[in-house]
């Protein structure tokens, strides 16, 4: 079956811009994670939804970041007034069930360049 | 060895030899640890994960090793093949949640024919 997606791949925004990405779980996962990723780093958690609920958002940066997942099934990422130091890959990742630190499939990531 | 700034460790082999990637974690409340590969524009994929009750686990082709007392991680793959370069990274599930994977920095394999 089809696994996690995103889009889009690729986004350049001017700083100052807000961008929304949107990441599509595999169809039934419960669990929703947000990493993001910078140049020759691993991925560092941002947030973590169990169907609709945000349950944890402690990674995200600042209050420029938001995250949602209204009907407990896609979700965006959104980050208002771009700064150069958001340009990283930002990663989705869910998970069958509840929790799901052992068996999170990820997506390709979309890859955001602030200039 | 230890990455310096942007710079990943790295470790070069030749087809067929046997390679071994060292992971250092954080945490020694951690009792759930998974090895992630990365190729060029994907995302992480699973490999193996071992849990902490475990100081040893195998796969197909790969061997972690889990060293509490070090808190240290090791990932061996056998027999290695041009298919496997990608960067590999180490994962915990820290102590308090079952969700959140702090993950390491990553080494770069790179496999020669």
């Known amino acids: 079956g089809a696994g996690v997606s995103q889009s889009p791949r690729y986004k350049v925004a001017k700083r100052g811009q807000d961008v929304a990405l949107r990441c599509d779980p595999i169809s039934g996962h419960v669990s929703l994670f947000w990493y993001q990723q910078a140049l020759g780093q691993g991925p560092e958690f941002l947030t973590y939804f169990q169907n609709e609920a945000q349950l944890d958002k402690s990674g995200l940066p600042s209050d420029r970041f938001f995250a949602e997942r209204p009907e407990g099934s896609v979700s965006t990422l959104k980050i208002q007034r771009t700064q150069q130091e958001d340009s990283a890959v930002y990663l989705c990742?869910?998970?069958?069930?509840?929790?799901?630190?052992?068996?999170?499939?990820f997506g390709p990531g979309t890859r955001l360049t602030v200039t | 060895g230890e990455s310096v700034g942007l710079h990943l460790p790295t470790l070069s082999v030749q087809e067929g030899d046997n390679s071994i990637i060292n992971c250092a974690y954080s945490?020694?409340?951690?009792?759930?640890f998974i090895w992630y590969k990365q190729e060029s524009g994907k995302g992480p994929q699973f490999i193996i994960d071992?849990?902490?009750?475990?100081d040893k686990r195998q796969g197909q082709r790969v061997t972690v090793l889990l060293n509490k007392t070090v808190k240290h991680l090791s990932l061996q793959i056998a027999a290695t093949q041009p298919g496997d370069s990608a960067v590999y990274f180490c994962a915990e599930n820290s102590g308090g949640s079952n969700y959140k994977l702090t993950f390491g920095k990553g080494t770069l394999l790179t496999v020669n024919p």
């Open positions: 071992i849990r902490s009750n475990m």
């Open positions: 990742a869910s998970s069958l069930v509840p929790g799901g630190a052992y068996a999170q499939y």
């Open positions: 945490n020694s409340a951690s009792d759930y």
